[in-house]
């Protein structure tokens, strides 16, 4: 980034970060180039764009907007967050290890399982609430390690700045899946985390619109290697959704600020609920905040006090949370992990992660809090007449 830039405030770098002035109409947002190549002056003239996998103008403003706040040196797209994790493990080889959390989105699991295992990959997880979990689960092969922090969908939280100072003794790698609280609450390469990585189809983009996926390096040297992965590879985003992303991180600070406040209040209503059983957010109980988040952002997961049919019928009866895989868009979203985002994790492993039948995840959307109070309260309103009857 610019010295200017760096000295901004997060809120100015979301507007303005990555934008560069367009000479020739003067617009005030940045063009999309769909173009896949570019005129050359002379045979060998690399002086500008080539082509458009190896880079593209309207990409490029959005990777600069990406590094600038997560503080990183460079940033790349891909065309979906698994892509761009995919381009993290290629930087290891046939017989070495990882560390990752073990309560880890199921889609990074089964690319690890059934992917990476078959080429000589070694995977450990472990339960990253304790940094010296990591510290124990170190072999001499070990190379990198992969936290995801707050979790999914239990909400559970990683120092990252303690397991870092593990990785950096050991000469590991840390990479952090930033998905769920975004550089707005928290930015893992200030607390020492080698790569940033972020599903961008989640709050990054923030309207449900996009598939795609970032890496932050925090140096140049990292960034090189993870950039021969993403040309040699050819995982990028493509101009379109470079442009949208780019439009959805002007207003990421508002949105993550407008989410963080609506769920505080859901889980203030939740607290008081007699069929709530468990909640888990970003600051509740013993869950205590060690990451420096600014803020506890828009995910909520709590337990229902009711039968697996029942908990369904909670997640089918609300009108303004939409019964929806994801997350981190404007609209809430309620989910049944059992039955959804969870259910190829077998049943006994399930309920021993603590993903039970009876568990529910929202996604708080920037909705009018009370109407989602309404929302919730006729919810449980009609589960409870459910239970009477039974
Ligand atoms: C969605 C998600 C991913 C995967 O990203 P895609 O864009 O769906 O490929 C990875 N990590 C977390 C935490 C996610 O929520």
């Known amino acids: 980034m610019s010295d200017k830039m760096r000295k901004r405030s997060l809120e100015t770098q979301a507007v303005h970060a990555g934008q560069v002035p367009e000479d020739a109409t003067r617009s005030i947002t940045t063009p999309i180039y769909p173009s896949s190549t570019y005129r050359m002056e002379f045979p060998g003239d690399e002086s500008g764009y080539v082509y458009s996998r190896w880079s593209n103008p309207t990409r490029k403003a959005t990777e600069r907007a990406l590094a600038d ?68 689960a170190v072999k001499e092969n070990t190379r990198l390690f992969w936290i995801e922090t707050p979790t999914n969908p239990l909400l559970e939280l990683v120092d990252i700045e303690a397991v870092s100072k593990i990785a950096r003794e050991k000469k590991i790698l840390l990479a952090v899946d930033n998905t769920f609280a975004t550089p707005f609450i928290q930015r893992p390469l200030e607390l020492g985390a080698d790569i940033v990585h972020h599903s961008a189809s989640k709050y990054l983009s923030g309207h449900c619109d996009l598939i795609g996926g970032v890496l932050v390096a925090k140096d140049k040297e990292l960034a090189e290697k993870i950039f021969f992965n993403q040309y040699a590879i050819g995982a990028q985003l493509n101009p379109f959704d470079s442009w949208l992303l780019l439009r959805g991180l002007k207003t990421l600070h508002i949105r993550m600020e407008r989410h963080s406040v609506n769920a505080m209040k859901l889980v203030e209503y939740l607290e008081t609920v007699d069929l709530v059983d468990k909640i888990y957010f970003p600051g509740i109980d013993g869950n205590s905040i060690p990451n420096k988040m600014t803020m506890p952002g828009g995910m909520i997961s709590f337990t229902i006090k009711a039968d697996f049919e029942t908990v369904k019928t909670f997640a089918t009866v609300t009108e303004l949370f939409i019964l929806a895989e994801s997350l981190g868009g404007v609209e809430s979203l309620i989910n049944h992990p059992a039955s959804m985002t969870h259910s190829s994790i077998p049943k006994e492993e399930r309920e021993a992660r603590g993903i039970t039948d009876s568990l529910v995840r929202l996604s708080v959307g920037i909705e009018n809090v009370d109407d989602l109070l309404i929302d919730l309260r006729q919810a449980f309103a009609a589960i409870r007449t459910k239970i009477k009857q039974a």
Request: charged residues 20%; without cysteine.
């Open 69 to 136: 706040l997560e503080n990183g040196s460079e940033a790349y797209l891909f065309s979906s967050g698994l892509a761009a994790m995919n381009a993290v493990l290629n930087l290891l080889k046939s017989g070495d290890h990882v560390v990752a959390v073990n309560d880890l989105y199921g889609g990074s699991i089964r690319q690890f399982e059934k992917i990476w295992k078959k080429f000589g990959l070694d995977f450990s997880y472990v339960d990253g609430t304790d940094p010296e979990n990591f510290a124990k």
